[in-house]
Each structure stands twice: as C-alpha cells, then as structure tokens.
C-alpha cells in the first residue's frame, strides 16, 4: 500500500474517531495487548519505518529552524534600556502624563486601549467573533451533519447525565456562581478605575457561566442563554463598538468632541465613552467564552 | 525575601514548561499547562501588571484550560475516565 495513502486514511479514521491513535505503533507500551499468536505479529514493514524516522527528523529540523529565525530575530533586537531605542519617544510620556486628564480614565491602561489604541480593541474583538464563527462553522451541529441514531445515542446519554449530576460540584457551584459572575460584572464596570477591563471582566463571566453549565447541564444554561440571545448580543455588542468609534476612526481621531463629559475621575460614571465600550468588549468576550465550550462540547449554544 | 520568592517562581515556571512537554499522558500535560498559568499570573502581579494578571488568571488557567479538556474529550483521549 502506497505510504501516503495508508497515513492519510488512518488521520482521517483518527479524526472521525474511529482509531484512538494516530501513530499505533509509538503507544504500543501505553495498554496491555491482549495475547496474540507471536507468528503474526511481523515487523513493520520497511516503508511504515522509513516514514516514521524520516516524519520526527524532518519535525526536528522544522523546529529547529523556527527556533534559530525567533533567536536570530531577538537578536536583532534594540537592547533593553537604551535611550535612543525606537520605543523610547514621547508617545509613552504623554499617554502617561495627559492621560487621566484627556481620557478621564484612573486606570491608564484603560485609557490606552479604550481611548488612543480603542481601533487595536475593536481588531480583537472581531477576531473573537470571526474565531467564534469558524468553530461554528466546522461543529456546530445540523441535519447534514448528524444522523438519527448517533441523536438517539446522544440523547439517551444526555438523560442518563441528567440523572447522575456530581452533587460536590452542583454544591460548589451554588456557593460559587454568584460570587463569580458579581466579581465580573465588577471588573467590568470598573475597567476605568481599577485593573480589568472588559477582556477580564468578560473571561470571568464566561467562566462562571461554563461552571454553571457543567455543574447543572447545557438546558439549564438555555433556559436564559440560547442561540438567540447569543446572537443578539454579540451583535449588538459589536455593531455598538463599531458605532460609537469608527466614526472617530474614519477621521483619523480628528472627531467633534462626544459630548458626553469625562466626570470626575475615580467616580463610577465617568470618563466618557470608556465606560460602555467596557460593556461593549466585556459582552462579546463573555458570549465567545462560553460559546466555545458549548460548542466544543455539544456542538451547540 | 522578595528576590528568593521571584527566583523560586521562576524557577517553577521553567519545571511547568518542560513539564508540560516532557509529559507522555495529555490530560497531565494540560494540568501543568495550567499551572503554568498560574505562576504566570503571579509573575504579572509582582511585575506590577495587574491587568494583565487578572486576564491570565481567568483565560489561561480557567478557559484555554477546559477547551483543551474537552477537545481531549471529543478525540477521545482522556484515560481512565467514564469516556473512554
């Protein structure tokens, strides 16, 4: 049998599930064999052996280039420290001396990423949501993809996992979840004023809600988290963003003031529009969050 | 003290990534992932980067964490659990 095609149809029995390694022959030791006839066990043959050793050399070069472009890259590096080094300008100096007073924000990072690099912000948000539509587009589970029976075994299973809930970690979670998703919405809503921001405070609620979800079921979660307010609020979360500030982008931050005034810094409402972008990132990267495990899990939200 | 507390998590930050690689078991191998994490988030803290400590804690050894617990799952590769 040609090489590549037997390496193929065993990476492809191995994705589907069929196989449970890819490489056999490498976890030979890793379970005991049951007692086979020695007359048929034979040696590999010579073209299985040859594609194995010739597989890891041709990875351990592959590496080893990779490693030796990153060191020659550091290397190439400014030095650390130098006072004539590209990164050294008045860039950091008036972020950090202008930026309470301009941005309103206590928490400069705040001001940084939400008012002077807010265009970074909304890169990362789309990246989330376009990382969110892959896995959506690859797991997410439809009539074409699914067969009766396999629904059938799923189904079955899901009821006998109804029935054996862990009753530590449902104990856990009650005491827990509140804390958790407060802690949160904390972060979020003082991205301005202390260290957290939306991404956090977002990661932190998405947590609580795969707690939760892997305490008490997937249905439980749907009952107030579905596709559609998934939907709904990754949209509107994102169009908001992109609403409140390209306009601002667009004119290369030559924009009329908001009108919104920056407050008194250090109190809760203020420094402008800071405080619902914060909202804004930390809705979409909770939604992510919690739409990655649902999906990798059951192959739905 | 502060330099020997620096040192120390260093020094198990190093163990946690050669760990991680060195370790045949996938499961165990996430687990020192995570831990590495950790340790990392601390690090931020002492480095005065709580920012980035809280976004560590939370998406390296919270999240990353049980996506590659469950994509174990979906391939089939967790040991001595109900799956396999």
Partial sequence: MNIETNFFKRLNDWVNGEADRLFPELHETDAPKPPE???????LPNK????????QAVALIV??????????????LPLFGVADN?????VVERYVEKGLEETGAVNVVAGMILDYRAFDTLGESSVLLLAITSVMMLLLKDEKNTDPDEELIEAH?????????????????IILMPAIMLYGIYVILNGH??????????????????????????????????MKTFRTLTT????????????????????????????????????????????????????????????????EI | MNVIYELILI?????????????????????????????MSVIWALLQSPDLAITEAAVGAGVSGILFFITLKRIHALKGTKDE
């Fill in chain 1, 37 to 43: 006839p020695v007359a048929t066990i034979g040696p």
């Fill in chain 1, 48 to 55: 299985d052996v040859l594609f194995l050793t010739s597989y």
């Fill in chain 1, 63 to 76: 590496v080893i280039g990779m490693v030796s472009i990153l060191l020659y890259t550091v290397y190439k």
């Fill in chain 1, 86 to 90: 590209p990164a050294v300008n008045e």
């Fill in chain 1, 157 to 173: 299973e899901a009821v006998i996992e109804d029935h054996n809930r862990d009753m530590i970690l449902q104990t856990m979670t």
């Fill in chain 1, 193 to 226: 004023l202390s260290p957290g921001g939306g991404f956090s405070g977002g990661a932190i609620l998405g947590a609580g809600l795969i707690l939760f979800a892997s305490g008490f079921g997937h249905n439980r979660v749907k009952k107030f988290f579905n």
């Fill in chain 1, 236 to 299: 509107i979360a994102l169009l908001g963003y992109g609403v409140l500030k390209t306009y601002s982008f667009l004119l290369g931050a030559n924009h009329l003031p908001t009108g919104i005034p920056l407050g008194t810094p250090g109190a809760i409402f203020s420094s402008g529009l800071i405080f619902v972008l914060d909202i804004c990132v930390g809705l979409i990267v909770a939604c992510t969050m919690y739409g990655f495990f649902s999906v990798f899990s059951r192959g």
């Fill in chain 2, 11 to 39: 020094v198990f930050l190093f163990v946690c990534a050669i760990g991680a690689f060195l370790s045949e078991r996938l499961l165990i191998a996430v687990v020192i992932f995570m831990s590495y994490s950790l340790v």
